[in-house]
């Protein structure tokens, strides 16, 4: 997938579609009604294998002057979060959520060594995207 708002893959089918909102909401509130978002993944057990990919879109400034540049990019993440798993018989069905979503799970805490300055894009929404799978797998996207 490239970008946060990778489509998704052949064979899998996203149960946003089809379904009414107010039973996405109750499906969405049902995985997180006892969900801690402050214990990562496997707390207690094994640790949590956790994927990025960083995508460079572009070269927006680069001064020779101050040495630093300015690039937009998507970062995406991935691991697996069973307390989320919502269909483990189809795995390969998905949710994707509004960047809000983020804000309820447990993510990543990433940071970008010597940087000076970072942003998220917010021009009339959060550029922030979940996409969480049947069997808890959770791709996390933001620009």
Same mark, same amino acid.
């Given at each position: %997938?490239?970008?946060? *708002?990778? %489509? *998704?893959?052949?064979?899998?089918?996203? /149960?946003?579609?089809?379904?009414?909102?107010?039973?996405? &909401?109750? *499906?969405?509130?049902?995985?997180?009604?006892?969900?801690?978002? !402050?214990?990562?993944?496997?707390?207690?057990?094994? @640790?949590?294998?956790?994927?990025?990919?960083?995508?460079?879109?572009?070269?927006?400034? /680069? &001064?020779? @002057?101050?040495? =630093?540049?300015?690039?937009?990019?998507?970062?995406?993440?991935?691991?697996?979060?069973? !307390?989320?798993?919502?269909?483990?018989?189809? %795995?390969?069905?998905?949710?994707?959520?509004?960047?809000?979503?983020? #804000?309820?799970?447990? @993510? %990543?805490?990433?940071?970008?060594?010597?940087?000076?300055? #970072?942003?998220?894009?917010?021009?009339?929404?959060?550029?922030?995207?979940?996409?969480?799978?049947? =069997?808890?797998?959770?791709?996390?996207?933001?620009?």
């Amino acid at each position: %997938p490239s970008g946060p *708002a990778a %489509p *998704a893959e052949a064979g899998n089918s996203n /149960i946003s579609e089809g379904l009414n909102s107010a039973r996405l &909401s109750g *499906a969405i509130k049902k995985l997180i009604s006892n969900y801690d978002n !402050r214990l990562r993944p496997n707390f207690g057990t094994s @640790v949590l294998d956790i994927n990025m990919e960083v995508v460079i879109a572009s070269f927006d400034s /680069i &001064s020779e @002057v101050n040495m =630093d540049y300015t690039i937009t990019m998507y970062l995406n993440q991935y691991w697996t979060d069973r !307390r989320l798993a919502f269909d483990v018989k189809n %795995p390969n069905k998905s949710m994707t959520l509004t960047g809000e979503f983020a #804000s309820r799970i447990w @993510v %990543p805490d990433t940071f970008l060594a010597n940087d000076k300055h #970072s942003f998220l894009h917010d021009v009339t929404e959060q550029n922030k995207m979940v996409r969480l799978y049947g =069997d808890g797998r959770i791709i996390y996207g933001m620009r």
